[in-house]
């Protein structure tokens, strides 16, 4: 290759590099539409208002919120994959994201290749509790009862193949033991149905039993994070017994696939400066959401390693939705 050929292909890759760029500096020049396949009120819903919230205050530009709950976020996310790949149409979703191809028989999109990651926004961390009138304190006492007495424990959960259940079938896999599984239909009647000891364990999302913890209705025994929780310091995590453990769940923005790479670099960063923002990490630990930050690369080995982690426990359970 002689000189002149060498510079004439320099000047055409800076050609092609500066439009993407001013293109990512001057993003967004008009309304974002933030689909959050869930309904008002829900922690999807609530962790993604708080942060959209601070990025329209940061960046002079509206994230819009448009709740398009249905099937798990399966009907959200299908409108996501088909919105044009210009970072105007995001989504704020949870890790089901990611089981639903493995719990639904069929999903209208790839999961893996119609997606791109922009950033987590938090961290959801179970924590495995169990009514006053069982006789054990520690995750040690509870799995050997588990032992002694095959499927004597029974465990609610807020649905077959949920984050709720399938964290629970996961310890029992790791663990060798046998529970009885008892869904609910949401988070809601399966903390209510344990604190008033119609079922005897629960791999509870933290916000949903901290009142029933706070009134003794239910005594943690440990959380399923690698590491202790800022709200419970003193519950310990699952790992320290079962070596290995760890079962969290994630709320995340994502966009279509084929969206520029500048344009996901900066909603990356803008996300990291939102999250940063004192008031909107306050508010997200109020809510048993740990502010949780990754690049979109991180963010990229995440959700493959979480997709082949949900396809390994459902296989190995056999929950399915339909």
Do not use: C
Not at 207 to 224: C, D
Request: zero cysteines.
């Amino acid at each position: 290759m002689n000189n002149t050929m060498r510079l004439t292909l320099l000047a055409l890759a800076g050609a092609v590099a500066l439009p993407m760029a001013a293109l990512a500096q001057n993003y967004p020049v008009k309304p974002v539409r933030v689909i959050i396949p869930w309904p008002p009120g829900g922690s999807n819903d609530i962790a993604g208002r708080m942060v959209m919230q601070k990025m329209t205050e940061n960046t002079g530009q509206q994230f819009v919120i448009d709740n398009r709950g249905g099937a798990s976020g399966i009907v959200g996310s299908d409108i996501v994959a088909k919105s044009p790949a210009d970072g105007y149409v995001i989504m704020v979703h949870s890790t089901t994201h990611v089981s639903n191809p493995h719990l639904y028989s069929k999903v209208p999109y790839d999961t893996m290749k119609d997606f791109v990651g922009i950033a987590p926004l938090a961290r959801q961390v179970g924590m495995l509790v169990v009514h006053p009138s069982l006789p054990v304190k520690t995750v040690k006492e509870f799995l050997d009862l588990g032992r002694r007495q095959p499927n004597a424990i029974t465990y609610s959960s807020s649905g077959n193949g949920s984050f709720v259940h399938l964290g629970m079938a996961l310890l029992n896999s790791m663990s060798n033991t046998r529970m009885v599984h008892v869904p609910y239909k949401g988070g809601g009647p399966a903390a209510v149905a344990i604190a008033s000891g119609e079922v005897q364990a629960m791999m509870a999302t933290v916000g949903s039993v901290i009142p029933h913890i706070n009134s003794k209705r239910l005594r943690p025994v440990a959380v399923t994070s690698e590491e202790p929780i800022s709200q419970f310091p003193q519950v310990p995590p699952i790992s320290s017994v079962v070596k290995g453990y760890e079962f969290t769940a994630w709320i995340g923005a994502l966009a279509p696939a084929g969206v520029p790479k500048p344009i996901i670099d900066r909603l990356n960063a803008e996300i990291h400066k939102a999250l940063k923002d004192k008031s909107v990490a306050e508010k997200l630990s109020g809510q048993t959401l740990d502010p949780m930050f990754m690049s979109p690369e991180q963010f990229a080995v995440r959700l493959k390693s979480d997709y082949d982690k949900y396809a390994k426990v459902i296989k190995e359970t056999g929950a399915k939705v339909d």
